[in-house]
């Protein structure tokens, strides 16, 4: 069978070849210029505030930061990557994800990313100390698939299974660059609405009565000997952390009429929260805004599948934009297996009204900020950890690939589990009389 190559495929080999070739003058270069390299005329999209496109510019990164961006931009001895007019943008958020604390969502024992205690509904167990960021695994086998397609970074999310509380526990923000620790403060994770009405006495309204029940708790209102206590002593120690020192409370939460309350609740006890789903925020866009909520959206939630999603909309991330709230993006369903869709997300976001720049910086600079990281990623500019794509075409667009991820400065290998089983299967059939059968097929093929 003969193989059909088409222009803009060799047009990506070409591409790959050149990178390849950068890659390898590192090597050659030495361990310290490893974390170097400069990338010329590539279109940068910085993801910064204000001006955040510069076309055909250079981008030198040293000791694993970028140093320098302009143009005609050199630096003896470090390899050079010609980008060709192609974009340039940070390395992508991946949502909120079970990335390293999740393998296969389908068999428990491969998965740590929620707690199960206390199984009797007569006695919650709320364990705010929870914290899955230790069981992070940075070799797993979710990494490299992740990043190959232009992620960087993402956000651990915790939750509950039957038997916990609502309130999940705790996680963080891990660069998929190998590292074994997160890159900025614990989020603490809650969930509301009716999927989590089961882990309050089948009502809703309970969750308000409960939330205020840990925080006097917490505040020494009720004695932590007391047959209502709830908390452990580390765990009113980890709250105080949330209500009173202003960490991150991520609040997964669909229905209006919920997100009302919630912003009710936030602001009678000072509790700085991001909202994760928010199918029907775009009805308190003004609210939320005022408030400062940072909102991370799904755009494809836009079916009433339930009650608590009866006004979703399409247009739900252009009318928070409009209204001045910050949008981010992650998904509904297994967004540790397919990472790699937020893209499609934000590029549906963008097509139905929200500007093309807010739609890479949901991706980017937006969830750096509200998850305190903006010091590391998010954007590209001096000083700033070099976690770089270069992609060959719209990043928002999902015919467009990325060629080459750098982390650190470090040129990331462009392979997955994925990639290699792709490549050995698609390889021509081996023959026994070749000699160079791979080790998994028989000693004859027939």
């Not at 509904?121 to 230790?134: A, G, I, N, S």
């Not at 891990?174 to 009502?203: C, E, I, K, N, Y």
């Not at 866009?285 to 009433?304: I, K, S």
Request: proline share 5%; glycine share 12%; aromatic share 4%.
């Amino acid at each position: 069978m003969t193989t059909t190559v088409s222009k803009r495929a060799r047009a990506l080999l070409a591409g790959a070849a050149l990178l390849i070739a950068g890659a390898a003058c590192a090597q050659e270069a030495g361990a310290d210029s490893g974390q170097s390299v400069l990338i010329r005329n590539a279109n940068v999209y910085t993801a910064t505030e204000g001006a955040g496109y510069l076309e055909e510019h250079d981008v030198l990164v040293r000791d694993g930061k970028v140093a320098a961006i302009g143009r005609g931009l050199s630096f003896p001895g470090v390899p050079v990557v010609e980008a060709g007019g192609r974009p340039l943008t940070p390395a992508l958020f991946g949502g909120i994800t079970g990335i390293g604390i999740e393998e296969v969502s389908g068999e428990d024992r491969t998965t740590d990313n929620a707690l199960t205690l206390g199984a009797d509904d007569k006695h919650m167990v709320v364990r705010p100390e929870f914290d899955v960021t230790l069981a992070y695994n940075p070799d797993s086998v979710l990494v490299p698939v992740t990043r190959v397609e232009g992620i960087g970074f993402t956000l651990l999310g915790a939750g509950s299974r039957a038997g916990g509380s609502i309130i999940g526990g705790q996680g963080a923000v891990v660069r998929l660059d190998g590292g074994p620790d997160p890159v900025g403060p614990r989020v603490l994770f809650v969930q509301l609405g009716s999927g989590s009405a089961r882990l309050t006495g089948s009502s809703r309204a309970a969750q308000w009565m409960l939330l205020d029940q840990l925080i006097d708790e917490m505040r020494g209102r009720i004695a932590p000997d007391s047959r209502m206590a709830l908390l452990t002593p580390a765990g009113r120690e980890t709250l105080a952390r949330y209500i009173d020192d202003g960490g991150r409370v991520m609040v997964g939460v669909d229905r209006a009429s919920d997100i009302r309350q919630l912003l009710r609740w936030s602001k009678r006890h000072g509790v700085r929260i991001a909202i994760a789903g928010g199918a029907e925020a775009w009805k308190l866009a003004p609210q939320l805004a005022a408030a400062g909520v940072p909102v991370f959206v799904d755009p494809l939630a836009n079916l009433p599948s339930d009650f608590d999603h009866i006004g979703a909309s399409l247009e739900n991330a252009a009318r928070l934009h409009a209204a001045g709230v910050q949008v981010a993006f992650t998904q509904s369903g297994d967004a540790s297996h397919n990472a790699r869709k937020i893209r499609q997300l934000a590029g549906n976001a963008v097509a139905n009204g929200l500007p093309w720049e807010n739609g890479l910086a949901g991706l980017t600079r937006v969830p750096a900020q509200a998850l305190g990281v903006d010091d590391r990623v998010g954007t590209i500019a001096r000083g700033m950890v070099a976690d770089l794509v270069l992609w060959s075409g719209d990043p928002l667009e999902v015919s467009s690939v990325a060629e080459q991820v750098w982390l650190g400065g470090w040129a990331i290998p462009m392979r997955s589990r994925q990639t290699e089983l792709r490549d050995r299967y698609l390889a021509p059939k081996p023959s026994a009389e070749s000699g160079d059968l791979p080790r998994a097929y028989p000693a004859a093929v027939r």
